[in-house]
């Protein structure tokens, strides 16, 4: 209440439904999960809790976070087809019902096997309208929305990490939009998320894969 | 934005303009596009309501459940025979709406308007009303911006969320857009949009939103029709010059205050109304395999 809305946030969006939470948030989480795996993935196992265990069949909910994994856009009418596509692709899949704890009711965690034996987790949650948050990335508490490009660390706690990605970033013209550091419990490594207004150039993410104590970086597309 | 009924009539009257050019304007400004621009957004909801509006008539569509199955088909075809009660155009209307549900239930693609659960209704008003008046493609559109404006001033004030406000409040809402918007193409006043839209809601004050098996299927596509045509005839009744005794933005308050006061059973939840029904528990324990 009290918010203005524009003529297309009352009539629009164009989407699949039955649900923006469970078809476009879905969709979106696949895609940012599937972005953050990266290639090469042979299996996907979603774990479903709250609403999304209880429901998902009835919603679609399923086929909705298949399809992103695939990545689909959120108004292709071809997302209940994704078990079919997938089949096709040789990509395996399963859906387990499970309990992640005190989490957002829309929540689902995917584990990606990789060909090469890795595996990879991610966690995020549909949290209304076509909205979703990203929570967890290779086990390291994480935060974004997947609505701009987003770099994501791994890295030493060490001083100065982030003066010096942030001025990779600001030399290059890279406006940041919101960034969060989050430090983990065990050893003494931490995570970075950035979320940036611009594409955020190759050369870049090059630079700050260089920098002492980063371990990883990654770039996550808007979804 | 135009955040109330009363300041979108003192617009219209200072400029003498319909309801849908007072908006266009406005949207021009707030979304710094050109008036092409525009109707070209527009144009493409348009094109996706009239799709969905027809599509589950001529394929067979089923949702995700199986809940919804040719219910569109089956108004359609005993309404193509002549001896329906409430005549061709409302069965036509019915059609519409029930079609853009299974569509959006089998996760086809469909325009929210307000909702997704809502978004028979204002596809099955305006192409009824156009097809009647033989309304061009371009006062359709104008139609749908009359309905973003009277939408936009529930959300404002109150809410289109039947999780916040109930059924009243999201095919309440859509019904009274599709009212406001079924004046202006059928040449209404300003006035007669805002009395129609405002008598839509009295009828439907107090719906509670009761999805079977919290699925948007059960009541939800009955709703959409039976809301078509609460606007269709709320624009009947303005037409004709019936006021609305309770202006339009008190009864928005109306609507969002008996909403508020609705216990959480009743708003989505499935835990009440049609959803705590015995065979409603039936249906969900077959879809889900579980309470
Ligand atoms: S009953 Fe609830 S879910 Fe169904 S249309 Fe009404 S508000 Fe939407």
Redesign the interface.
């Known amino acids: 209440?009290?918010?203005?809305?524009?003529?297309?946030?009352?009539?629009?969006?164009?989407?699949?439904?039955?649900?923006?939470s469970h078809?476009a948030g879905a969709v979106r989480l696949g895609k940012a999960a599937a972005a953050i795996a990266g290639s090469d993935v042979e299996k996907v196992t979603f774990f479903l809790h709250g609403?999304f265990a209880?429901?998902y069949?009835?919603?679609?909910t399923d086929?909705?976070l298949l399809a992103g994994v695939l990545g689909m856009e959120t108004?292709d009418?071809n997302?209940?087809y994704s078990f079919r596509i997938a089949d096709e692709a040789n990509l395996k899949y399963e859906f387990v019902e499970t309990d992640l704890g005190d989490v957002h009711p829309n929540t689902v965690k995917f584990l990606f096997k990789k060909k090469n034996g890795d595996e990879l987790s991610v966690t995020g949650s549909s949290i209304g309208g076509g909205s979703i948050l990203i929570t967890e990335v290779e086990g390291e508490e994480v935060e974004f929305t997947g609505d701009f490009p987003t770099i994501i660390t791994s890295h030493y706690d060490r001083p100065g990490i982030i003066t010096q990605v942030t001025s990779i970033l600001s030399g290059m013209g890279v406006n940041i939009a919101f960034m969060k550091v989050f430090r983990t419990t065990r050893g003494d490594k931490a995570s970075m998320v950035v979320e940036t207004d611009s594409p955020v150039p190759k050369e870049a993410l090059d630079l700050i894969s260089k920098i002492d104590n980063i371990i990883k970086v990654k770039i996550i597309n808007p979804v | 934005?135009i955040?109330s009924g009363h300041e979108l009539l003192e617009l219209c009257e200072k400029e003498n303009k319909s309801i849908s050019e007072v908006?266009i304007e406005d949207?021009i400004k707030?979304?710094g596009l050109t008036r092409e621009e525009?109707f070209e957004?527009?144009r493409?909801?348009l094109n996706?309501m009239k799709r969905a509006a027809k599509l589950a008539v001529e394929e067979d569509i089923k949702?995700?459940?199986g809940l919804l199955d040719g219910d569109a088909k089956r108004i359609n075809e005993r309404n193509l025979k002549g001896d329906t009660i409430c005549g061709d155009r409302i069965n036509r209307a019915m059609t519409r709406a029930l079609s853009c549900l299974e569509?959006?239930?089998?996760?086809?693609?469909?325009?929210?308007?307000?909702t997704?659960?809502s978004?028979g209704i204002?596809p099955a008003v305006l192409i009824t009303v156009a097809e009647t008046n033989n309304s061009s493609e371009e006062n359709m559109i104008k139609a749908?911006?009359t309905?973003?404006?009277v939408?936009?001033i529930i959300?404002?004030?109150?809410?289109?969320s039947g999780a916040e406000g109930g059924c009243q409040a999201e095919c309440g809402s859509a019904s009274a857009?599709a009212a406001a918007a079924a004046v202006e193409l059928s040449h209404g006043s300003p006035e007669m949009s805002l009395d129609a839209a405002a008598i839509t809601l009295k009828c439907v004050l107090g719906l509670v939103c009761d999805p079977v098996?919290?699925?948007?299927?059960s009541p939800c596509a009955k709703r959409n029709a039976m809301g078509a045509v609460n606007a269709m005839a709320a624009a009947d009744m303005a037409l004709s010059g019936i006021k609305s005794i309770i202006p339009f933005d008190e009864m928005v308050m109306a609507m969002?205050k008996v909403g508020r006061s609705m216990p959480c059973e009743l708003k989505e939840t499935a835990l009440g109304g049609t959803a705590a029904t015995p065979t409603a528990i039936e249906i969900s324990k077959k879809?889900?395999?579980?309470d």
Do not use: W
Not at chain 1, 57 to 60: A, T
């Open positions: 209440m009290n918010k203005n809305y524009s003529a297309f946030d009352i009539i629009g969006p164009v989407m699949i439904g039955p649900s923006s078809t609403s209880k429901t069949k009835g919603h679609g086929k909705a108004y009418e997302i209940k | 934005m955040t908006v949207q707030a979304l525009l957004k527009m493409v909801n996706v949702s995700v459940s569509v959006n239930s089998s996760m086809g693609r469909i325009v929210a308007a307000p997704a659960g978004c204002l749908l911006f309905a973003s404006a939408g936009g959300a404002h004030n109150a809410t289109v857009m098996a919290g699925l948007v299927e969002y879809i889900f395999g579980k």
